[in-house]
């Protein structure tokens, strides 16, 4: 079983210029695309076309424009499920130039009334009975050791901004043997590291500023995390990541840009490079590692394995436009290198 919870989904215009972006001058665009976007759709787009079987949740209008897209999407083992909302889908907007630099512009999403934070949740809650208690078995919710709950992506405004730490504790509850993901931002993700070690997740996937924020870095250190990582020096990552750890979480996946990514798990710490490949846009990148990295677990590989998927998948989706997600036929055939920390 994997589902994945997009709270705050959207519909992601990629718009393209044909020179650099002229800040304060009129730009005119050379092609406009519309894709289904918001992090945990991303996930489980990339998963299901690796052949996963997946249950999307989001809220959304019946009649909005991205559950047309998602009806419209040709992906099978994906299973949409829209909890219906009265505020329109949000559009976010990338804007990328020919070098290949993409400016994101997230509007903030429509608000969650309260009945709909509570629906979204009743609907999670349903996914995981639906997919782990089946008729007539006796197996415990979630006992099955590749199950995964992804969680992604901001809250929209009148969520609770310790929505993800409460979500984790439900789920941990609903279901013991489920493998929880968190991938957030911002004031989410500062409430879910307040909440560690109650609500600690299986996998957590920040980037550097994010990673030095959580283990409480102050501001310049955070910043120079990835910095640092692109001159060589990975060990501050590793130690920035192994507080977490030992806060509770089972793995932090740093994501590093160009510099790769590290991996720390209480059994080690790896880093793996970036595979040379010519970045068109960066968006959907980080849910691509997210989602090469569940696929290598429940596959069963090991850790190096699964931070070695996670690099592929993500620089496979920063070699393709717009939001266009990656699967099989798309990974680099250079292997990333995974070395221990
Ligand atoms: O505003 P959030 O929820 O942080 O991020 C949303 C978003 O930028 O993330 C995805 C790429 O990771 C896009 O599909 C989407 O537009």
């Known amino acids: 079983m994997i589902i994945t919870l997009t709270p705050n989904p959207s519909l992601d215009r990629t718009v393209t210029l044909a020179g650099p972006l002229v800040r304060g001058g009129v730009n005119r665009l050379q092609s406009v695309t519309t894709e289904p976007g918001g992090k945990g759709l991303n996930?489980?787009?990339?998963?299901?076309?690796?052949?996963?079987?997946?249950?999307?949740?989001?809220?959304?209008?019946?009649?909005?424009?991205?559950?047309?897209?998602?009806?419209?999407?040709?992906?099978?083992?994906?299973?949409?499920?829209?909890?219906?909302?009265?505020?329109?889908?949000?559009?976010?907007?990338?804007?990328?130039?020919?070098?290949?630099?993409?400016?994101?512009?997230?509007?903030?999403?429509?608000?969650?009334?309260?009945?709909?934070?509570?629906?979204?949740?009743?609907?999670?809650?349903?996914?995981?009975?639906?997919?782990?208690?089946?008729?007539?078995?006796?197996?415990?919710?979630?006992?099955?050791?590749?199950?995964?709950?992804?969680?992604?992506?901001?809250?929209?405004?009148?969520?609770?901004?310790?929505?993800?730490a409460r979500l984790v504790g439900l789920l941990r509850r609903a279901a013991p043997g489920l493998r929880i993901a968190v991938d957030t931002s911002d004031a989410p993700l500062a409430a879910l590291a307040a909440a560690l070690p109650d609500a600690a997740p299986d996998l957590i996937k920040p980037n550097g500023e994010e990673l030095g924020q959580l283990a409480g870095l102050p501001a310049e250190r955070a910043t120079a995390l990835e910095q640092g990582a692109l001159a060589g020096d990975y060990a501050p990552v590793a130690q920035a990541a192994r507080v977490l750890v030992d806060r509770g979480v089972g793995a932090v996946l740093a994501t590093l840009g160009g510099a790769g990514a590290v991996l720390v798990t209480a059994e080690g710490a790896w880093r793996a490079t970036a595979p040379a490949v010519p970045v068109i846009s960066t968006v959907g990148a980080g849910d691509s590692s997210v989602a090469g990295y569940i696929l290598a677990d429940v596959r069963g590989a090991d850790a190096p394995e699964r931070l070695a998927t996670a690099m592929a998948y993500g620089s496979a989706a920063a070699g393709l436009p717009g939001t266009t997600l990656p699967g099989p036929a798309d990974l680099p055939d250079q292997v990333a290198v995974v070395t221990p920390l």
């Open 43 to 164: 996930v489980a787009r990339v998963l299901a076309r690796s052949g996963q079987e997946v249950t999307a949740i989001l809220p959304a209008p019946e009649r909005d424009p991205l559950v047309a897209a998602l009806e419209a999407l040709d992906a099978p083992g994906l299973s949409a499920v829209a909890v219906d909302v009265a505020g329109a889908v949000r559009v976010n907007t990338a804007v990328t130039e020919p070098d290949g630099t993409t400016t994101k512009l997230n509007e903030p999403g429509a608000v969650l009334a309260g009945a709909e934070v509570a629906a979204v949740e009743e609907a999670l809650g349903e996914a995981v009975t639906a997919h782990t208690a089946p008729a007539g078995a006796d197996a415990a919710p979630g006992e099955d050791a590749h199950s995964w709950a992804i969680l992604s992506g901001s809250l929209p405004p009148g969520a609770p901004t310790d929505w993800y």
